[in-house]
């Protein structure tokens, strides 16, 4: 089957950096997709990586590895408004969508 | 703005009685999407449209129905909801439905099932 695995939760402290880890097993690859989720809001695009290496933007940076199925959503100095889900997703062979359940991230002051 | 806007936000109905959510978009995009999204999981595709190409995900159950009458609205009907029902419901857009396939998604319609 298919399957992609994030953290249930994470806490970070305003100010540092976190890394929210994503692990998928897909038949076939065509791209990975971050999303940014509030709390009782809609998903937001964040980043698309389909070839192997970092991709920044701003604060927010994002990692694949094809060859290990991982993917990494890095977000520096952290404000409150960063308090969110983070949601992973993966493009498969039919450009099907896999969804992670998500990884709420809660900052602390 | 071109956007994509969801109505109701919240409805609350009860065991059995129908249930329409709309979906309108300005950004003329040909693939129109809903999902449904339960608390702390995944969103779960039930259709999508590729224009008006219809596509039901194999495990969409049959009380779920849904229209696009045209390239700007779509629909999504509960013919007889269950209290499993409740949910977040998402409708998303996209330009097309291959490579780099960006969804824009609506705020969402919020259903409480008594």
């Known amino acids: 089957g298919q399957n992609i695995d994030q953290p249930t939760e994470m806490t970070a402290t305003e100010g540092a950096i976190v890394q929210i880890n994503c692990t998928y097993q897909?038949?076939?690859?065509?791209?990975l997709f971050w999303y940014q989720q509030h709390a009782g809001e809609a998903p937001t695009f964040l980043s698309y990586n389909v070839l192997d290496g970092l991709e920044e933007k701003g604060r927010f940076s994002s990692f694949l590895s094809r060859s290990k199925g991982y993917s990494y959503l890095l977000l520096k100095e952290l404000q409150m408004k960063d308090s969110a889900s983070y949601l992973c997703?993966?493009?498969?062979?039919?450009?099907?969508?896999?969804w992670g359940a998500g990884t709420k991230l809660i900052i602390k002051p | 703005d071109a956007m994509v806007i969801q109505n109701p936000r919240y409805q609350v109905t009860q065991f059995g009685k129908p249930v329409t959510l709309s979906c309108s978009q300005t950004l003329n995009h040909n693939v129109m999407y809903w999902y449904q999204q339960k608390s702390s999981q995944a969103p779960k595709l039930l259709f999508h449209y590729y224009d008006k190409d219809f596509n039901n995900e194999a495990d969409t159950p049959d009380n779920f129905q849904s229209r696009r009458p045209n390239t700007s609205f779509c629909f999504l009907d509960i013919r007889s909801p269950g209290l499993g029902d409740t949910a977040m419901y998402l409708c998303?857009?996209?330009?097309?439905?291959?490579?780099?396939?960006?969804?824009?998604f609506g705020a969402g319609s919020r259903l409480t099932v008594l």
């Open positions: 897909t038949s076939g690859f065509n791209g």
């Open positions: 997703a993966v493009s498969d062979s039919n450009y099907q969508l896999i």
């Open positions: 998303a857009t996209s330009i097309g439905s291959s490579g780099a396939n960006v969804l824009t």
